[in-house]
């Protein structure tokens, strides 16, 4: 019973988990700025630039990440 | 430049407020409760609500700001947004759910819930009030800067315009008004943000912008031991030279009127003069734009396109482009930028902007304003990763932001509500970067306010679309003044007399409490907005993020995660958080300037906080619980 207690609630943890994934791949990105701005510029893609689709990523990545994290809260709500 | 009033601008700024007074008096009727006063009864949808959280959080410095800035400087600006949308990740994942079940109006109420803290009521409850005040004062000296150009009214009538609608709209329906106000303003902004992107891609890319842009001139110069001594043109004489440390300008008179130059060469690697753009301030206050009067117009727009390659081939125009398309030619051009240089000439303060050549590539990547590549030092990385700290853990710190949690009836609505707003956030910055760029090379920059590249870059596609835009920045002010009002008359009524000193109210009296701390923040946030005309205060929003950041979101998610935390460890961190980001910046080298002394002189070579008051908050936290551990936040996340 005690243990259980302990436990932190399902969604919080869900949530620390995803905020972990994306402080991560925030983090990459401020590093790479902060020591090799000029790797930014590098094309990657279609004409785009390293920092162009990082940038658009982190915002898009923010949406999906959302969205993934309400589905999988509507699931453990309805398990409740 | 010298803008004209636009009646259609007036017609559709009256029109709107006239659509949000009647709004307010509509709600007025239905807000009697403290409940429904201070957060809309719980009852707003969650899509609505998410839309509100959209108008509420992007602001004059988002939609003006942040395309200015792109304008300007390119990536750099677009930081900004990618740092503001990170930072609804935090209040998504780690804030939103946990606040709603645990506050009741105010954020002081979610980081009291477990203790019933006197210090903690208090500490917070300040706080909310200065984060609001530092949010509060750019809002309303932006509101009086915008009037005057668009409107042709004095900048205190346009703070005391906004003030009033704003006092009218929270003192009749607090939240309620404050809402609907936010969610209209939101789905105007995304809505004609989007049609104006359309059209900036219609148009492509051109090396003229426009017919009647202006045809920079330049001409052979002679030069001896670094002083100009004849130029290729008759008509000109050479009246003056200022050398500065990295550039020389020349003063050249044509018809008794001065113009500036810059000395440079051209790509037949001649020594030449070319023309810049340049403002004389006199001693007794009389301002000269490019050598006339401001009334001759000769403050002339600019931006344009240097060299236009697409698909290998310089081409003089694109014609219509994809969105990929237009960042990708972007990218292999060059734009023709105007950096700024500020020198004395005589008893005469001479502002000379002159063109600069920028590689595309150097555009499209970071270090045209943050120093993390050319001339970079350590400190001036750390500046850089300081700043995207607060920017990422601001956002869910900002009061007048988490007060938008208790307006829904559930913590699943909170949680909906957070991802609409991030969805309409995320898709509006991404705008961002093309109406940055398109004001670029649009050649539609008013060089002496970049605040105004997009409202400008509309009017190059019509004064309707102009039109609507201005009176869309005007509902932007209204929308986050109004959040701001909220956030601190909750502070005042509900933290404060209320929670603190428990002053005996019925629910009416609190409403009554509610509406008098709205009208008299109101009163001081249109003084301050008076007090500060002409002053840069953009710096103020991001003082509100570094305190927001490093005062209270340390105390939220340890109160959240950390079973140990106590009720004075919170009240410390909260203070120490405040305290040291506010110390940081004010000994900073950047308002050493702005006193007017050296910045090297500067005791902390710093200008953004966070990396050391955020830490240093989460540790004052953590020591302050240990010693005293009577008190613990328990089981608020635990089953």
Redesign the interface.
Known sequence: MEK?????????KL??V??GI??LI?AT??II???W??L??K?IF???????IY??F???A??V???I??QM?LKI?EKK | MIYEASSIAVGLFVFFVLCVLGLSAYFARKTQSADAYFAAGGKIHWAVNGIAFAGDYLSAASFLGICGMIAMVG?DG??Y??GY??G???A???VA??LKKLGKYTFTDALDAKFNSKSIQLTAAISTLVVSLCYLIPQMVGAGALVTPLLGLPHYVGVLMVGSIVIFIVATAGMASTTYVQFLKGTLLIIFSAILVVLVLNKGLSLKPSADYHDFQSMKAQVVSGQVIAVDNNNYKIVGQKNTAKNHFVKLEKNGINTWWNLTTNKNQETVLQEALSTTKSADGNKLYNGKAKADKAFYQVGHMAEIVDNGKKVEKTGPVGP??F???F??SKVTRFTKAIFVDGKNKVTVWRQTITSG??V????LK?K??KGSTVMS?LN??SL??AL?FGTAALPHILIRYYTVPSA?CA??S??VA??AI?FF??LT?FLGLGAMAGGVLDLGSSNMAAPLLAKSFGLILFAIISAIAFATVLGTVSGLIVAASGAIAHDLMDSLFKIKMTDAQKVKAGKISAIVVGIIAIILGILFKGMNVSYLVGWAFAVAASANLPAILML??WKKTTSRGIAASIVVGMTSALTIILLSPSMFERYGFDPATAPIALDNPGIISIPLSFLTLIIISWLTPHKRAK?I???
């Open positions: 259980k207690k302990n436990k932190l609630d399902e969604k919080a949530g620390l995803l905020f994306y402080s925030y990105f401020v700025n902060t020591l701005p000029k930014m510029g094309i279609a004409g785009l630039n390293l920092a162009v940038g658009f982190l915002i898009i923010a949406i990440m959302g969205l994290y309400n809260c709500e | 990536y677009f930081l947004s990618i949308l990170g609804w990740i935090v998504l994942f780690v759910e946990p990929f398309k960042l990708s030619i990218t292999k590539s150097e499209m990547r970071p270090g943050f993390v590549d990385k850089f990763v995207m700290l990422f699943k949680r909906k957070t991802i991030i969805s995320g910055y991404i970067l959240l995660f089981d996340l635990r089953v």
